[in-house]
């Protein structure tokens, strides 16, 4: 199976712990003292721009699709059953860029109101909490068995792999012994992210977590740091491995990605997200000469990353959000991929019943 950059782009937008184990890696932290003397701003381009004034075609395509997806447009709902009071969803992206993480009037009005807040992964407020899940679940990120990534990796995609930790001032003795999907992860975000991260900004999933302990509400997780890891320890090693290396090919369009993301995040276009990583999909396919069969192994490779990481995790969350909504008064706050479609968590709280509707 051969996985695109696409996909990992789409990490900042459905995992917690992306951002989280990046912000308190050992790894990162072992780095020369500059990584973290500058707070930068990552200088990507919106690619979804260039597709509006040079694929014309593709771009209204892909407005077209964005439009049918039901509950496609919006980051704060309003969730709501007679006699319980309001509670709030909100979509977030796990980064730490400042044009995101201020919460605007109405989404701070729900989260301070809030006796209750719900988010993947309560760890998040909590570093040394967080430090303590990963080891626990080391037999997850690791090899126990004597594998290291020099027995599963080749020695020309050892060395691409070599090259880019240096880059990330990231020792590959660190990465040594994990698995390919867990050094993916670690590679995950751009280095100006990662040096923001050092600089102590903080994503706005841990801002959240903060102002709900300040404003004395209950932190609760929907998800355990176990449960994330295992979407993907899930997949094959050699799974892994096309994971990792697809994603080292692609490094240099990773500013880029993240930047249109972003966009059209503060353009709440939550279903547009996702059909821009369809398009972007079969683009770097084509890029990199790939004919339609590939292009179709590309797609299923998405839907799979859909299934295992939105889909199945959509599902769980929304489960063990009842019953916190029963009592009324949450405010719940995963990744805006979870949001949006028939299988995401607006239309499933709908279906338990509640009234949902888009304020912000």
């Given at each position: 199976m051969k996985f695109v950059r696409t996909i990992v782009v789409l990490l900042a937008l459905a995992i917690t712990v992306l951002f989280a184990w990046q912000a308190n890696s050992p790894a990162f932290a072992k780095g020369p003292s500059s990584l973290a003397t500058s707070v930068p701003s990552c200088q990507g381009t919106n690619l979804l721009e260039q597709m509006r004034t040079k694929d014309t075609?593709?771009?209204?395509?892909?407005?077209?699709?964005?439009?049918?997806?039901p509950n496609g447009?919006?980051?704060?709902?309003?969730?709501?059953?007679?006699?319980?009071?309001?509670s709030y969803l909100y979509g977030t992206m796990h980064v730490s860029d400042t044009r995101l993480t201020t919460l605007p009037g109405p989404v701070m009005d729900a989260l301070k109101g809030a006796s209750t807040v719900a988010l993947e992964l309560d760890e998040i407020a909590d570093d040394q909490k967080m430090q303590r899940e990963v080891i626990k679940n080391i037999g997850l990120i690791a090899f126990t068995d004597g594998r290291t990534l020099e027995t599963v990796l080749s020695k020309k995609q050892l060395v691409r792999l070599k090259n880019t930790l240096k880059k990330y001032n990231m020792p590959y003795a660190a990465s040594r012994s994990m698995k390919p999907w867990f050094v993916m992860l670690s590679l995950a975000l751009?280095?100006?992210?990662?040096?923001?991260?050092k600089a102590g900004l903080k994503a706005v999933d841990a801002i959240i977590a903060k102002t709900a302990q300040k404003a004395g509400a209950r932190l609760v997780g929907l998800e355990t740091v176990r449960e994330q890891f295992s979407a993907f320890d899930r997949m094959s090693i050699d799974e892994q491995k096309q994971f990792l290396m697809n994603s080292l090919r692609m490094m240099d369009l990773l500013d880029d990605q993240i930047e249109t993301m972003a966009q059209l995040y503060l353009q709440r276009r939550t279903a547009a997200?996702?059909?821009?990583?369809?398009?972007?999909?079969?683009?770097?396919a084509r890029a990199q000469g790939a004919g339609a069969t590939q292009i179709q192994k590309e797609l299923a490779a998405l839907k799979k990353f859909e299934s295992e990481l939105v889909i199945k995790r959509n599902k769980v969350m929304a489960r063990r959000a009842l019953p916190l909504l029963k009592k009324g008064n949450v405010f719940i706050a995963v990744g805006?991929?979870?949001?949006?479609?028939?299988?995401?968590?607006?239309?499933?709280?709908?279906?338990?019943?509640?009234?949902?509707?888009?304020?912000?």
């Open positions: 075609a593709a771009y209204q395509a892909l407005i077209k699709r964005e439009n049918a997806v447009k919006g980051l704060l709902w309003k969730i709501e059953r007679n006699g319980t009071p309001a751009p280095l100006c992210e990662i040096k923001r991260q997200l996702w059909e821009f990583a369809i398009y972007l999909t079969k683009k770097s805006a991929l979870h949001l949006p479609g028939n299988t995401g968590l607006v239309r499933l709280l709908q279906k338990a019943g509640y009234k949902v509707s888009a304020v912000y």
